[in-house]
């Protein structure tokens, strides 16, 4: 068989309960590891131009770490990826309150969310013609959170010999609710130091500019004459101290930005080329946006593998997803999942060797 999956013990909560590590690896060489406490891509070994491997995604060494404090590194996010202005939303007639844990908003699924959840994981064998994969489950009840009606979520994780991983996201309700189910997995292609001289390219024509509470106006503004036009490649670090408002509210990249493909459809949505290395990292997905972040809020408190402390701009995000706030504007692709409905999703992370971007 050319992909294995192997499961180990990564430690204990506070309850008792056990948190595994699963790791991922196919013929090629490259290595992802995952546990089943929230979900978290741990650490993703990829080859550079040289054929050396190298951890390319920010984390801790242990499940202590996790447990002390992590802003979301490389976990499931839910059950509302992102912002939702003022901690309340509006479905039905009925105005459900939630936590505000983001000054006044309500931030990646509250104080609780997928991220710091112990999922069920189970793991379907692969075959020499289709990857295994990693299967992850999670009941929310109704009330998780302040959100309406009994969530069923199943997550897979699939390492492919195209060097690809697969992320492939269903959900069920019983009641109709809202739903924002993203990966938030900081990356770093060089594998240290800061990621300003990485190239990106994001298949964007609009972004969602945002107030100075980081939550969408509601416009979708052109990219165009901005610093957040990347539809040709562009150094992270080149414009991101510009004196744009948008960049001094996000204190860098902070945004959504509407992807050019339809939604349901699985198409590029960003290019990422580390000069150095030669790694370049495609992200496709299903998804009508993604959350383009630059690591502006890490400062050097944490520290993460082998001693590592992650800087402002140590890492970057590309968070596949429905816009931040939607339910407050009513022309922004609809998060409501009514019951007998299915949500669906998926997003590929694809790694290559490149001599430009």
């Known amino acids: 068989m050319s992909f294995s999956i192997k499961k180990d013990h990564f430690g204990s909560l506070p309850d008792g309960r056990i948190a595994d590590v699963y790791t991922l690896e196919n013929r090629a060489g490259m290595v992802v590891r995952i546990t089943n406490y929230g979900g978290i891509v741990l650490s993703w070994l990829v080859p550079d131009r040289r054929g050396d491997l190298g951890d390319v995604v920010l984390g801790y060494d242990d499940l202590a770490g996790y447990l002390r404090k992590s802003p979301y590194l490389g976990a499931l996010v839910g059950r509302y990826a992102n912002r939702i202005g003022g901690a309340r939303f509006t479905l039905g007639g009925v105005e459900y309150p939630l936590e505000a844990n983001n000054g006044e908003n309500a931030l990646h699924g509250g104080r609780v969310g997928f991220d710091k959840q112990l999922w ?17 489950r999670h009941h929310s009840p109704d009330g998780d959170e302040g959100y309406p009606g009994a969530l069923d979520v199943v997550v897979a994780y699939q390492l492919t010999e195209a060097q690809e991983l697969r992320i492939i996201y ?18 770093n292609l060089a594998g240290g130091g ?12 609009h972004f969602t500019p945002i107030d100075d509470r980081l939550i969408p106006t509601g416009e979708l503004r052109h990219v165009a004459g901005t610093p957040f ?7 992270i670090g080149e414009r991101i101290e510009v004196p744009d408002p948008q960049l001094v509210y996000g204190k860098g990249y902070d945004h959504n930005f509407v992807l050019n493909h339809p939604p349901g459809v699985l198409g590029l949505a960003a290019r990422v080329y580390e000069p150095v290395s030669g790694r370049q990292l495609e992200v496709l997905t299903t998804e009508p946006g993604v959350q383009f972040y630059t690591g502006n809020f890490l400062d050097g408190s944490i520290v993460g593998k082998q001693g590592r402390e992650y800087l402002r701009r140590s890492g970057f995000c590309l968070e596949t997803q429905h816009f931040p ?16 409905e299915t949500f669906r999703s998926e997003t590929v992370f694809r790694f290559s060797i490149s001599s430009t971007a």
Request: hydrophobic share 30%.
């Open 194 to 205: 800061t990621v300003l001289d990485h190239e990106v390219l994001l298949h964007a024509d």
């Open 325 to 340: 706030d939607s339910p407050h504007h009513s022309h922004f692709p609809s998060t409501v999942l009514d019951p007998g």
């Open 120 to 136: 069920q994981a189970s793991v379907i064998e692969g075959t020499s013609s289709d990857p295994g994969s990693l299967v992850l």
């Open 229 to 235: 036009d990347f539809r040709s490649s562009h150094r």
């Open 170 to 187: 269903q959900a069920t309700t019983d009641r109709t609710t809202i739903l924002n189910l993203t990966n938030h997995t900081y990356f």
